[in-house]
């Protein structure tokens, strides 16, 4: 079974869907693809990608890789399709279950059958929807949501994150001719976006992440939220000042480069378009913290998440020629393994023998573009851990996968 996951931080929420994913597919073992640094929202992960994948290991997974940079932090039709193609490639994985608002996988599946071939009538829809200024996830709910209603389905709730990211990973299956199954398990208690815990148990990683960086936040607080192995990793990782990471932590090198760059430089970043480069250069001029600068550049047409995408281009370096060259539309090109238990060995070794891209458990300079761009992020992302350790730009050069005993 495989999973596309995020755990920022891991929570109770993430281990229900595990265990309930486990139960449903009838699956003996779990792989996950997990974000790298940066994480789809445009936004830096709370804690490194090794605390998290280590996270994973003590919660029962037992094969961790990573989503390479490029996918990690895209839209959602990239993210999955980096994801996916990663569990499809790898050749030891038979289902994928995602979390859904809905619960119900006839309508996504429905859904991804009818636009998996980009039908004319659907591209016009969408881009009259962009003509009258909606965002682009806004406007592609309206169109794909008027494709059931001429199919004469239920209606769909696009509306919903991890919704969207459902019918993304379904229409990557079928892009890719990939004979995984899915599967998928309705979230519960707690919105995707919601701020307040409402639950004793169960709340989402928006408000967990919330109460970290809160005035009065302490371990005893997190605590009813997260398995207690992640609690002790938490705490482990603050106590030796790798964390909390958030975007105000990049706040000076972030600045530093806005107000260096023309808005002519900033246009040749990815995902930066229609002009957008003269209000971010101008925000940057005006704004003293990160969410001033986000706040004070988003419309209409471009979200929360799509302007901190922009930033996480900028401040990695991420230009449009160097995206073009990756040929993201063809998929991961590596698995770079984080970590595996000593079942998650087994399957490594089984992947060896199935894998059509290389499974990559020792990094070094040139293995591939993509990998290169990750080792650099890397040496970013230390930049705003308050005691990053010695040799922190050499990390993945160092770091082997974890292996849970």
């Known amino acids: ?57 003590q919660a029962g997974i037992d094969l961790v890789i990573e989503l390479p940079l490029p996918y990690s932090c895209a839209t959602a039709e990239l993210f999955a399709l980096g994801a996916v193609s990663v569990l499809d490639r790898i050749g030891v994985v038979d289902s994928l279950c995602f979390g859904s608002e809905s619960g119900e996988i006839s309508w996504i599946s ?36 008027e494709m059931l209603d001429r199919d004469g ?28 199954q899915p599967a998928t398990i309705k979230r519960q208690k707690a919105e995707y976006h919601q701020t307040t815990i409402t639950d004793a148990q169960i709340a989402s990683a928006t408000a967990i992440r919330k109460l970290i960086f809160g005035d009065d936040a302490g371990f005893e607080e997190l605590a009813p939220y997260v398995p207690p192995t992640t609690l002790a990793i938490i705490q482990r990782e603050f106590e030796l000042g790798r964390g909390p990471i958030n975007w105000e932590r990049f706040r000076h090198p972030l600045f530093h480069r806005l107000l260096q760059l023309s808005p002519e430089d900033i246009a040749g970043y990815h995902e930066v378009g229609e002009g957008i480069e003269h209000r971010l250069k101008a925000a940057a001029r005006q704004a003293t913290t990160v969410a001033e600068l986000v706040a004070a550049t988003k419309n209409k047409r471009y979200t929360w998440n799509r302007i901190q995408r ?31 238990s ?5 399957l490594l070794h089984e992947a060896k023998k199935k894998s059509s891209i290389p499974l990559i ?8 573009p993509m990998l290169d761009m ?19 730009f050499t990390a993945e050069y160092r770091r082997p996968p974890i292996v849970l005993a």
């Open 310 to 340: 922009m930033l996480t281009a900028v401040l990695l370096d991420m230009k449009k020629s160097t995206m073009a060259e990756l040929s993201l539309k063809n998929g991961a090109p590596y698995a770079r393994i984080l970590g595996f």
């Open 1 to 57: 079974m495989g999973l596309v996951v995020e755990y920022n931080p891991l929570h109770n929420g993430h281990y229900y869907h595990y265990t309930e994913a486990k139960r449903v597919t009838g699956a003996d073992a779990c792989v996950i693809v997990m974000s790298s640094n940066f994480l789809q929202r445009g936004e830096p992960a709370l804690l490194s990608k090794w605390a998290r994948a280590e996270m994973a290991l």
């Open 342 to 346: 000593q079942v998650g060995k087994q």
């Open 374 to 392: 990750e080792i650099a992020a890397v040496a970013v992302y230390s930049l705003a851990q308050p005691e990053p350790g010695d040799r922190p």
């Open 153 to 180: 389905s239920p209606d769909a709730d696009l509306a919903s994150p991890n919704n969207i990211l459902g019918l993304n990973y379904l229409l990557a299956l079928k892009r890719l001719g990939s004979r995984i």
């Open 110 to 145: 429905d859904l991804a059958e009818l636009l998996a071939d980009e039908p004319e009538a659907f591209s016009l829809s969408l881009r009259a929807h962009l003509a009258k200024g909606l965002s682009y996830p806004s406007a592609y709910a309206q169109a794909a949501s």
């Open 361 to 368: 458990t020792k990094v070094t300079d040139g293995l591939h």
